[in-house]
């Protein structure tokens, strides 16, 4: 009798489903929810019983259902946890029948069942059942049955790694290595409480790293301020014609506070996601110590990561920018002495050591006159190219190339020995490494492809161009083509077979020019920003030949 008024069908709202809170009738004897009833009628045009559909002619005054609310009341107070119907994501009780079955609160390793709080009974008075083992109620407890004989898998093999039945023990693995599931937990456990420990301290590791770039960064930002500051103080001391390229020399500095920042931020964004990484690794090792089922803990134990992993970061020095105002003042000074004499001398000759990759700043470039074609300070003639000269040899390590002429030229020799061949590209990199202001000539004969890469690169196919660590020009007969990041786009072809190749790390600028005697007819440039040292590059297929001219720096 109590079961039939406490039914929830009877204290269901028929509106949102839900227990009925305030419950309310209207004339037709229907009851909802106070606050349901009123915001469906708010809605509507016409007063109708959204159950039985009676109209009314104005809107009722909703009364208040006293046995109803005295019944939900009291179903509240004697409703218990137990008592809540499974929900989408919850594990439903296996011997509840109806549709709405009770959620589990255990479930059986060796019934393969879960149970809710009335059907787990005879798990606590049953002798023989008082034995199974019960774990918090899972979805997955069909792994825990052997496929082949359809067995509990109480027994793991170390032998060969894996869970087994009985059965499998006496069939197919006789003689090996096999204890109980619990024994293989508890040695486990033991390497897991270690892997936490590692987890934990490449973790702070991690922090360690983030903290020392964040720091890295505020020196950078910090250095290149002060350098901005210094070198516009000196350059206001100076003639005008050097006053016309203080822009120039802070737009550089900012430039490589950028290239700087860029690379820091990389590094940031690397370690933060290991860091994310093992944060989570390490929940899901306190959440693995934390479940009782033992062959999940154990096929857990299997895919999880034994070895520590990611690098530390060492950090540049601080005075990133001190070269630069260094520079700058010694130019300021002897420029003052060459206008006491009534001359002004090339500044370059008094400049004893040039600035390291981190303030690879032109003071040559300052007293040329720009070109609107060109970014600031940039050559425009063959022979300001040839001043940025740079003499390539070249770094072979493959048997598909043959060097000569002192490691300047490469030939492709390997004649194909099946059609595949016939398109392999094989490549090489130069042994100096490209800082600064760079201009080299090659003269290409087939269809080479002509290339600045990172030394290492670990994306992509490996060919010049296809990855986004490394920028090519393919050269086709008549026609060329400029590859980065996989994408090809066609540009102006050949005119003759030397190929000039210009390149302002600082600036971020490539750009590839087809050289007839001193004119340069540009193919194609293109705005980078770089981020890791850089090589000359080329690769070649079967009878591609190309040689690295050495050219005479001006």
């Known amino acids: 009798m109590a079961d039939k008024v406490l039914d929830m069908e009877t204290l269901t709202c028929p509106i949102c489903l839900d227990l009925l809170k305030e419950p309310v009738t209207i004339p037709c004897g229907h009851s909802f929810c106070k606050s349901c009833i009123q915001n469906y009628w708010d809605q509507q045009v016409n007063f109708r019983c959204p159950e039985c559909r009676k109209k009314y002619r104005s809107r009722p005054v909703l009364g208040k259902n006293i046995i109803l609310s005295a019944l939900v009341e009291q179903l509240k107070k004697i409703a218990s946890p137990a008592d809540q119907c499974a929900g989408p994501q919850d594990v439903a009780c296996d011997v509840c029948s109806g549709e709405r079955k009770l959620k589990a609160i255990k479930s059986c390793l060796q019934c393969v069942?879960?149970?809710?709080?009335?059907?787990?009974?005879?798990?606590?008075?049953?002798?023989?059942?008082?034995?199974?083992?019960l774990v918090t109620p899972s979805h997955k407890l069909q792994e825990n049955i052997c496929q082949g004989h359809n067995k509990v898998m109480e027994l793991f093999c170390r032998t060969d790694q894996q869970l087994l039945c009985f059965l499998c023990s006496v069939d197919h693995h006789k003689g090996h290595d096999v204890v109980s599931c619990a024994a293989e937990r508890a040695r486990r456990q033991a390497e897991q409480d270690a892997k936490k420990d590692l987890v934990l301290q490449n973790l702070q590791d991690k922090d360690a790293d983030l903290q020392m770039l964040q720091q890295e960064a505020q020196d950078i930002s910090s250095s290149a301020q002060r350098a901005v500051q210094r070198s516009g103080d000196m350059f206001r001391e100076i003639a005008l014609l050097l006053d016309k390229r203080r822009s120039e020399v802070e737009q550089q500095i900012l430039t490589q506070e950028k290239i700087q920042l860029s690379r820091v931020q990389e590094l940031q964004d690397q370690l933060q996601q290991e860091?994310?990484?093992?944060?989570?690794?390490?929940?899901?090792?306190?959440?693995?110590?934390?479940n009782s089922d033992h062959n999940q803990f154990i096929l857990h134990c299997l895919s999880l990561p034994t070895e520590r992993t990611g690098t530390r970061v060492q950090t540049g020095h601080k005075h990133f920018f001190e070269e630069v105002t260094r520079a700058v003042s010694e130019l300021k000074d002897k420029l003052q002495l060459s206008v006491s004499e009534f001359q002004l001398p090339n500044p370059l000759q008094y400049i004893s050591a040039e600035p390291d990759i981190f303030t690879d700043i032109d003071v040559e470039a300052l007293l040329s006159e720009p070109d609107d074609s060109l970014p600031p300070s940039a050559p425009s003639t063959r022979k300001q190219f040839l001043k940025y000269a740079k003499d390539i040899t070249l770094d072979l390590k493959t048997n598909w190339l043959s060097v000569s002429e002192g490691n300047r030229t490469v030939t492709h020799k390997r004649k194909p020995q099946h059609e595949v061949e016939e398109y392999v590209v094989s490549q090489v990199l130069s042994r100096e490494e490209l800082r600064g202001r760079s201009y080299w000539e090659v003269l290409v004969r087939g269809t080479p492809t002509i290339a600045i890469s990172y030394k290492k690169r670990t994306s992509g196919s490996g060919v010049f161009g296809y990855d986004n660590k490394s920028w090519s020009l393919e050269i086709d007969r008549k026609k060329c083509f400029f590859w980065f990041n996989n994408t090809r786009c066609r540009v102006s072809g050949l005119r003759s077979s030397r190929v000039g190749v210009y390149l302002d790390q600082s600036a971020g600028v490539l750009s590839f020019y087809s050289v007839s005697s001193d004119t340069m007819t540009l193919i194609h440039r293109v705005q980078a920003t770089f981020t890791q040292p850089l090589y000359a590059g080329v690769g070649l297929q079967y009878g591609d030949s190309a040689h690295f001219v050495q050219l005479k720096k001006l």
């Open 113 to 133: 069942v879960s149970y809710c709080e009335v059907h787990l009974q005879p798990h606590h008075t049953v002798a023989m059942l008082q034995r199974h083992q």
């Open 275 to 290: 860091a994310t990484e093992l944060r989570k690794s390490l929940s899901e090792l306190e959440e693995l110590s934390n």
